[in-house]
């Protein structure tokens, strides 16, 4: 059994609490990233407890995201790694990825399976938010995490997740935007990392981000367990141009999990997303 499988079954049996793609032009070649057409309305909620349409799993359930963030080799869209568990309200990703490859970080741009929803971000405030289900101890090799992502690529893009690093675990809030060959960060390095203490300890991670398109203004905050809505002390702005793409009639928002090491794949489970 591979260390994949092993965490994922183990991690099934703690959580089992009760028990048409469209074809999208990009750069010139055919990608199966989804509905570009589709705008959901506001509040959008998924609980991952009932078969919503949209982007199916391995089953042929419908995860109710209608689009998945492209990536440079057009292979974003792997079915067989994102399973929906009904009876648990649990959407599953499992990982891909090596030492070299696997994210959206700069000339990377692979990430897979990155589920999102367009919606009508260009006015009024908004928030992001999901919740992962734990315990998180498996994620403790570098780069294995999972989280949410709002952007409108994996070139411009803004996440907060769960990550495991050479120094430790924490939750790590950071962004990414590119001009002509020129990537930026407000926030990189450990200014993007947060120790929220042992991950083994987490049961339920809530993530959110509140943004708001008329100030450009993203904030970031989390919940462990039961506990108290957290917010962090650093924010991303968004200006001009940039902050029009990212809140756009077509906004994009979602869940993402990825690996980037050479140990073989990880599953994150998802028990909740939402825009509101």
């Not at 089953?59 to 963030?69: E, R």
């Not at 405030?125 to 498996?138: H, Q």
């Not at 430790?168 to 020129?182: C, M, N, P, V, W």
């Not at 002390?233 to 090491?261: C, D, P, V, W, Y």
Request: proline fraction near 3%.
């Amino acid at each position: 059994m591979s260390r994949n499988q092993a965490n994922h079954s183990d991690r099934s049996a703690r959580l089992n609490r009760s028990n048409n793609a469209t074809i999208e032009p990009l750069e010139g070649r055919q990608l199966m990233a989804g509905d570009t057409t589709s705008v959901s309305s506001l509040p959008f909620q998924l609980e991952f407890d009932s078969s919503r349409g949209g982007m199916t799993d391995k089953n042929g359930l419908g995860t109710g995201f209608t689009y998945i963030q492209s990536n440079k080799l057009a292979n974003e869209y792997q079915p067989n790694n994102i399973e929906l568990n009904l009876a648990q309200g649990v959407l599953y990703l499992t990982t891909t990825g090596t030492s070299a490859a696997g994210g959206p970080w700069e000339n990377d741009n692979t990430l897979t399976n990155s589920l999102q929803t367009q919606f009508n971000g260009s006015s009024g405030a908004f928030t992001i938010r999901s919740r992962l289900v734990g315990p998180l101890g498996y994620m403790d090799q570098p780069s294995e995490q999972g989280g949410i992502i709002f952007g409108p690529d994996q070139d411009n893009y803004i996440k907060l997740v769960a990550v495991s690093q050479p120094g430790g675990t924490f939750l790590q809030f950071i962004d990414e935007r590119k001009s002509g060959t020129s990537f930026t960060h407000s926030l990189n390095g450990s200014a993007a990392l947060v120790n929220i203490g042992s991950f083994a300890n987490i049961n339920t991670l809530d993530l959110e981000l509140v943004c708001d398109a008329g100030t450009g203004k993203i904030q970031a905050f989390y919940r462990i367990n039961s506990g108290s809505l957290v917010k962090l002390s650093q924010e991303i702005t968004l200006s001009g141009s940039t902050k029009t793409n990212f809140f756009s009639t077509k906004a994009r928002a979602g869940i993402m999990a990825m690996h980037k090491n050479d140990l073989g794949a990880i599953t994150v489970g998802f028990d909740r997303f939402e825009i509101l």
